[in-house]
């Protein structure tokens, strides 16, 4: 019978880029096994499980090998009138990866490494953002969203005209 070898991995040697790659397979698990989007429609999507917090999905795009997607909540930023947090996300079809591209999350990436950063910084960005983004997904999953709790949004509005009084 043939040895079965098994190597250890020693993980301070795992550098920043494989880490992230792994973020993005861990997160198309997640979303995968929240809604399927692959099998979405272009369109608008809600969330409801009755904890005052709807999740809005907007699949804005479906291409050959990739699903472009928008997660956020209607909660609106008073400053800038995006909604936050948010995050666009896009699904690789073949590669079976999620990248979290944008995220908002009180402040706009340029806001918070520039126009210009470092290969280094940029890179540590994606990491936050797309670590964010896994922790968002197993947060809904805990709290019920999925694809039974997914219903197409047929109204054109985006978000109430105005968020209630706190």
């Not at 809604?35 to 999507?45: A, H, K, N, S, T």
């Not at 050959?64 to 928008?70: D, G, K, N, Q, S």
């Not at 996300?89 to 126009?115: F, P």
Request: hydrophobic share 40%; charged share 25%; with cysteine.
């Amino acid at each position: 019978m043939p040895h079965v070898l098994s190597r250890s991995i020693d993980a301070t040697k795992i550098n920043r880029f494989s880490w992230l790659m792994a973020l993005y397979a861990e997160n198309h698990q997640r979303l995968h096994r929240l809604f399927i989007p692959e099998d979405l429609r272009e369109g608008r999507y809600l969330s409801s499980v009755g904890d005052g917090l709807d999740l809005h999905l907007d699949v804005v795009a479906q291409h050959a090998y990739t699903v472009e997607l928008r997660l956020s909540y209607a909660l609106i930023d008073p400053v800038t009138g995006e909604p936050d947090p948010s995050a666009h996300v896009r699904l690789y079809r073949d590669t079976k990866q999620v990248e979290a591209t944008h995220c908002y999350l009180g402040r706009r990436w340029q806001d918070v490494i520039g126009m210009c950063p470092a290969p280094g910084e940029a890179l540590d960005h994606r990491l936050r953002m797309n670590t964010f983004l896994g922790k968002w997904l197993q947060y809904l999953a805990e709290r019920g969203h999925g694809a039974a709790s997914l219903r197409e949004r047929h109204d054109d509005a985006r978000f109430p005209a105005s968020l209630p009084d706190a």
